[in-house]
């Protein structure tokens, strides 16, 4: 119809027909003129002659009509081109847009008849417009069962009768303005889908309704997400209220959301009083900041999750232990929702962790003391006594301290690997001189490479001024790991060489062999426990199969990394990695220590003893319970020292009082106290400096270590050793 419409002045429309009286009353006006002139000039008129002179007047007014009416026509028709243009801009950009919406546009008139059907919708339906616009209803696509059930709600909402027909779907909408809700829709063929549909009304310039607008989306993949996300949260719900440990859903403020039966029994609540409550009610004090401090690391997406072990107070007042797993859930708009967590009873291992502790502190007590009574004993026969014993009881004894040895080292590696894997294992990282390392490295070691006919050597200069950061004396144990397997696995007459060299901004040192090689088969395992390349070879030579697994331990706890390199046939280079050290610091100095005891320990606790004469010999004071060590060590110092022991603490107070001593050597296991009781009490028994080693089974805090003179672990050290470096702390003492 727009095409038979024109554009008043006011915007309003104006019939054709309106256009067509106009033109008639302009042609009649003109016809009228020419008529009038006719009579003017006609014989006889009289009148119109007299009124000859009002004719141009009249000629004049209707021209000027009309050419105002001329060009009233012509506005006309331009207002109409343009606004025709602008409404066929409108409905192109309208058709567009109904074209490529992914949502389905359906609009009906008041009838239900419809009246727009988009490409959407003939896409999902199987239906062409051409098909329903103007001949269908959307019953059409629509369940006639939930039709039927909506008119029944509806009836009952509105209390009148609603009848299962269009007014299902516009009832709603001419009261609210718009309804949305989920409906079944049915395609042509048959199958179904389900929908949300929004109806809103068509209103004119007048208010009234002139028709309804239906916008469809198809739900179908965020059903299945639905469905999936229920079946995954049931399986969620079922397996946390299953779980044989605690699970719990914590608000990021703490409180519980929800627990299981496995956390309430852990903890000693029921599920009510859990709800009532938060974790941190019942967080041990000193691991709650621990735990806080993970929980802002998480909040803060630094980490996804976290695990730890912590105490919580019981109900009944008792604390036990757990380990506890901490995840967060976010929403979608990546805000904390809440907390999953996993919480495992470990009351029990912990339990058992601490008696294997204690059981490990008493083997390396009274194992590692014995033993090394026995090691030093047969020591003193097999070298100061053995000419003067015979030959086969010789051998019998060398045999004896051979296997005492391999005993020690056993139980040793034993220790040290509880001691990683619990943690306890202590490091004193310093800034070290390498060349100084490798130094005491070869001096420390060559008896042992002696025992199989081995040189040992480095292999070229090494930079003075190279450092590193690690602990000298694991570092030292490392390194005498790698020369006793390199030693052991030579040929007589062959040399193990050591070297370092810078790479970078990393320093690597080497022991490199010219034995066998590693099998192909065995090198993927060396570094495990227990690992041995050939069983027959190592009963043969010795060893637990437990060095290159402590070594690795040890040097990746020092920040280090460690390998090898090997051929078949032309031997192997193991070695150890380590970032360069750089500047000072504040515990090295420039002086490079002579001796390894000097390396190790260079802060001196000094305890007051008065100067000794020196035609006497040292006066040396031995706290130890275990008389067999101090027989030993008796044996080793005979004419060089006079030991004097003291079994108790008690004892060891009342020989402080009466006597003065060049040397105190110090037990920490005692029956009455800790040896370590005595260096607190020391400086009232004297006023002058004298050193203290400390000689135990036990391990000693790397607080008192920076206190003495030295700390040997019994069985770390030959007896031999031993008596060097007591004769070095006197000597160094007198000096």
């Given at each position: 119809?727009?095409?038979?419409?024109?554009?008043?002045?006011?915007?309003?429309?104006?019939?054709?027909?309106?256009?067509?009286?106009?033109?008639?009353?302009?042609?009649?006006?003109?016809f009228c003129g020419s008529a009038?002139?006719?009579?003017?000039?006609?014989?006889?008129?009289?009148?119109?002659?007299?009124?000859?002179q009002l004719l141009p007047v009249i000629l004049a007014f209707s021209g000027l009509l009309i050419a105002a009416?001329?060009?009233?026509?012509?506005?006309?028709?331009?207002?109409?081109?343009?606004?025709?243009?602008?409404?066929?801009?409108?409905?192109q950009l309208n058709s567009a847009i109904l074209s490529s919406t992914a949502y389905l546009i359906v609009a009906t008139d008041t009838t239900g008849r419809i009246v727009t059907f988009n490409k959407a919708a003939e896409d999902a339906l199987g239906y062409t417009a051409d098909e329903v616009v103007g001949k269908r209803t959307s019953a059409l696509w629509h369940d006639e069962a939930e039709i039927q059930t909506r008119a029944r709600a509806l009836s009952m909402e509105f209390y009148e009768v609603i009848d299962p027909g269009f007014e299902v779907f516009t009832r709603k909408p001419q009261k609210d303005g718009v309804e949305s809700r989920e409906w079944t829709f049915i395609r042509r063929d048959g199958s179904r889908f389900p929908a949300r549909e929004t109806v809103t009304p068509l209103r004119g310039q007048d208010g009234a309704i002139k028709g309804y607008l239906a916008v469809i989306e198809d739900i179908t993949d965020r059903k299945a997400q639905q469905q999936a996300l229920m079946t995954s949260e049931e399986t969620f719900r079922s397996a946390m209220e299953h779980a044989s440990i605690g699970m719990a859903l914590v608000n990021p403020d703490g409180t519980w959301l929800k627990v299981n039966d496995a956390l309430c029994s852990i903890l000693g609540y029921d599920e009510e009083e859990l709800l009532a409550m938060n974790f941190q009610s019942i967080t041990h004090a000193e691991d709650f900041p621990r735990d806080m401090e993970y929980i802002a690391r998480v909040m803060n997406?630094?980490?996804?999750?976290?695990?730890?072990?912590?105490?919580?107070?019981?109900?009944?007042?008792?604390?036990?232990?757990?380990?506890?797993?901490?995840?967060?859930?976010?929403?979608?708009?990546?805000?904390?929702?809440y907390f999953i967590t996993q919480t495992q009873d470990i009351t029990e291992r912990k339990e058992m962790d601490r008696?294997?502790?204690?059981?490990?502190?008493?083997?390396?007590?009274?194992?590692?003391?014995?033993?090394?009574?026995?090691?030093?004993?047969?020591?003193?026969?097999?070298?100061?006594?053995?000419q003067e014993i015979p030959e086969k009881i010789g051998r019998l004894i060398?045999?004896?301290?051979?296997?005492?040895?391999?005993?020690?080292?056993?139980?040793?590696?034993?220790?040290?690997?509880?001691?990683?894997?619990?943690?306890?294992?202590?490091?004193?990282?310093?800034?070290?001189?390498?060349?100084?390392l490798i130094e005491q490295t070869i001096e420390t070691n060559q008896p042992y490479a002696h025992k199989f006919a081995v040189g040992l050597a480095a292999s070229g200069p090494v930079d003075p001024d190279l450092k590193i950061r690690v602990d000298a004396a694991r570092l030292m144990q490392v390194l005498a790991n790698l020369i006793s397997n390199a030693a052991k696995f030579s040929q007589p007459g062959d040399r193990v060489e050591i070297s370092a060299a810078r790479s970078g901004e990393t320093v690597q040192i080497r022991v490199t062999d010219h034995g066998p090689g590693i099998p192909e088969e065995f090198r993927a395992r060396i570094?495990?426990?227990?690992?041995?390349?050939?069983?027959?070879?190592?009963?043969?030579?010795?060893?637990?199969?437990?060095?290159?697994?402590?070594?690795?331990q040890i040097v990746e706890n020092m920040g280090g990394k460690i390998g090898f390199d090997t051929e078949i046939g032309k031997g192997s280079s193991f070695w150890v990695e380590f970032p360069l050290a750089h500047g000072d610091n504040a515990i090295v100095t420039e002086q490079k220590p002579a001796t390894r005891q000097e390396a190790v320990r260079a802060a001196v606790y000094e305890v007051a003893a008065p100067q000794v004469e020196p035609h006497k010999i040292p006066k040396i004071l031995h706290v130890e319970d275990d008389l067999d060590i101090s027989s030993v060590l008796a044996?080793?110092?005979?004419?060089?020292?006079?030991?004097?022991?003291?079994?108790?603490?008690?004892?060891?107070?009342?020989?402080?009082?009466?006597?003065?001593?060049?040397?105190?050597?110090?037990?920490?296991?005692?029956p009455d106290g800790s040896g370590l009781d005595l260096l607190e009490n020391m400086p009232e028994f004297s006023h002058t400096a004298t050193p203290v080693l400390i000689l135990s089974a036990l391990e000693t805090p790397e607080e008192v270590q920076q206190k003495v003179s030295e700390v040997v672990v019994k069985s770390r050290m030959s007896e031999t050793r031993i008596v060097e470096t007591i004769l070095h702390l006197i000597e160094q003492h007198k000096t």
């Open positions: 119809m727009h095409n038979a419409l024109l554009f008043d002045r006011a915007g309003g429309f104006v019939s054709q027909l309106s256009i067509q009286r106009v033109l008639a009353q302009i042609i009649v006006i003109t009038l002139s006719q009579e003017i000039s006609a014989p006889g008129g009289e009148f119109f002659q007299n009124q000859r009416l001329s060009a009233l026509i012509v506005r006309y028709i331009i207002v109409l081109h343009l606004r025709s243009s602008k409404i066929n801009s409108l409905n997406d630094e980490i996804q999750t976290y695990q730890l072990e912590k105490r919580y107070y019981h109900k009944s007042g008792q604390i036990i232990w757990a380990l506890l797993s901490v995840s967060l859930v976010r929403d979608e708009y990546g805000h904390p929702n008696m294997k502790s204690e059981f490990i502190s008493i083997v390396s007590h009274e194992l590692r003391t014995p033993l090394t009574s026995i090691r030093g004993s047969l020591g003193l026969i097999v070298g100061a006594m053995s060398e045999i004896a301290h051979k296997n005492s040895e391999r005993l020690i080292l056993l139980i040793n590696d034993i220790l040290d690997i509880d001691k990683i894997a619990s943690g306890q294992m202590q490091f004193d990282l310093k800034n070290e001189f390498v060349s100084t570094f495990g426990k227990f690992s041995q390349a050939d069983s027959s070879v190592t009963r043969k030579k010795g060893g637990t199969g437990l060095g290159l697994h402590i070594s690795r044996a080793g110092l005979r004419d060089r020292a006079e030991i004097i022991v003291a079994t108790t603490v008690k004892e060891a107070r009342d020989q402080l009082r009466n006597n003065t001593f060049n040397l105190i050597i110090l037990d920490i296991g005692l």
